[in-house]
């Protein structure tokens, strides 16, 4: 099975600024995918952005982007100009082959004003 | 595009009773997958289908739980008989084609079993 962490349950961020989500991964497949999910407090669901492990630059998606880094297994999410509506839980989501998504234990982001 | 459609929104049940949910993927998407979120476990991958064929059910507690895809447009989760351990919100997803294409989620269930 797939080892995901999200080593921060919380995190503080002030309006405006950047923040960084980490995610790492344990995987020995050489070809994977990677996903980051918002879920706000209305429980939905949505996805953000997907990087594939063999695409040449950092996947951005807006104001999302993503610091892939392969040789040490981790997708860290970046969120610039945070906004008071990211106030979320974010999950990362690496999946290999056939199998599905396997989503970490998330980091719950608060956007302080 | 309608996304995901999963009913009901809020289900509660007494323990014993037999509860149905209910999904309707996005149209052409050949990849199911249904979810449970809890406070304690996360989100958990219940079993997925490609193309109406259970894939892998590994992820299904146990034997009260059941799921079908009759056909592309439509899949039961069932939980006979439930138990207040069962409670959590579950979801379903569908996707283009299971791999690196993103899941879209429906609003979930939340279930309640007292």
């Known amino acids: 099975a797939q080892k995901i962490t999200q080593t921060q349950p919380g995190m503080f961020v002030q309006e405006k600024e950047a923040v960084t989500l980490d995610c790492t991964y344990d995987?020995?497949?050489?070809?994977?995918?990677l996903f980051w999910y918002k879920q706000p407090s209305s429980g939905e669901m949505i996805f953000l952005i997907y990087?594939?492990?063999?695409?040449?630059q950092n996947a951005t998606e807006g104001r999302y982007s993503l610091n892939f880094q392969k040789a040490r297994k981790s997708a860290n999410l970046v969120i610039s100009a945070s906004q008071l509506g990211d106030s979320a839980m974010y999950f990362c989501?690496?999946?290999?082959?056939?199998?599905?998504?396997?989503f970490g234990s998330g980091t719950r982001l608060q956007v302080q004003p | 595009d309608a996304g995901v459609i999963q009913s009901p929104r809020h289900e509660v049940t007494e323990m014993g009773q037999e509860v149905t949910l209910r999904c309707k993927p996005i149209?052409?998407?050949?990849?199911l997958f249904w979810y449970r979120q809890t406070m304690m476990r996360g989100l958990e991958l219940l079993i997925y289908?490609?193309?109406?064929?259970?894939?892998?059910d590994s992820g299904m507690p146990e034997d009260r739980f059941s799921a079908k895809m009759p056909n592309a447009s439509f899949s039961t989760l069932k939980i006979q008989p439930s138990e207040p351990r069962d409670s959590a919100v579950y979801f379903c997803?569908?996707?283009?084609?299971?791999?690196?294409?993103?899941?879209?989620f429906g609003n979930g269930t939340r279930l309640t079993v007292t």
């Open positions: 995987t020995s497949d050489p070809s994977y995918g």
């Open positions: 997803a569908s996707s283009l084609n299971g791999y690196n294409s993103p899941l879209h």
């Open positions: 149209s052409g998407h050949d990849y």
């Open positions: 989501a690496p999946t290999t082959g056939r199998r599905a998504l396997t």
């Open positions: 289908f490609n193309n109406n064929v259970p894939i892998d």
């Open positions: 990087q594939g492990s063999y695409d040449q």
